[in-house]
């Protein structure tokens, strides 16, 4: 299977994030929303879920990263048209298994997300139940943070799911971490920085 490029928007209001979506529309068929608070990152984006009612409706698929504390009850919030997978940090985590029940249920795809300095080990009992494992390679926050190399070994541990590489991607690194392993890749700021949101995009798949 082919690496998967999906664009990421980490935003503090809903208007940037709106924007941003319908520019997406043109050029890709999924997006990656960061959501983050700051008792979890120290950081704050966009976390409004009611306000994705007010979208137009579309083929655009969304993917939520939960970077917050999230239990069974509140990452119900998130169960919104055209979220189809959502993500939540096992460092933020009550009862993984719960959440997990509710998105089955729900009929959602589940991703389990992985801080840098956090051992796969953690997350092994759940791999069976969900189908992405996010493998972030900067520290939960803000678009632009440098790579950190040391989790590409992360992947050769984790089976039978996809893995997700999250933050620092960049024109440099995207093949190296294509070449890892990664079934999907997440940029930001490789897309949405300077120039074309939609050229770069393009770059960066001629990369790998």
Do not use: C
């Not at 959501?35 to 879920?49: G, R």
């Amino acid at each position: 299977m082919s690496t998967k490029i999906i664009p990421s928007i980490n935003v503090q209001d809903f208007e940037e994030l709106k924007k941003r979506l319908t520019l997406l529309r043109t050029f890709s068929d999924w997006a990656h929303l960061d959501i983050a608070s700051k008792e979890f990152t120290n950081f704050e984006t966009w976390q409004n879920p009611v306000e994705l009612e007010r979208l137009e409706k579309s083929d655009l698929k969304i993917e939520v990263h939960l970077m917050m504390h999230v239990d069974r009850n509140s990452i119900r919030k998130w169960l919104r048209e055209g979220v189809k997978r959502i993500i939540f940090h096992i460092e933020a985590a009550e009862e993984p298994e719960q959440i997990i029940k509710v998105l089955k249920k729900e009929k959602r795809e589940i991703g389990i997300a992985l801080n840098p300095e956090t051992p796969v080990e953690k997350i092994k009992p759940f791999l069976k139940f969900i189908d992405v494992v996010t493998v972030l390679g900067v520290k939960p926050g803000p678009s632009g943070q440098e790579f950190q190399k040391s989790v590409l070994e992360k992947y050769k541990n984790i089976e039978g799911v996809k893995i997700e590489a999250d933050g620092g991607v960049s024109r440099e690194n995207i093949a190296a971490i294509a070449e890892a392993g990664a079934d999907l890749i997440i940029a930001g700021s490789a897309i949405f920085g300077a120039g074309n949101p939609e050229e770069n995009l393009r770059v960066l798949k001629k990369l790998i």
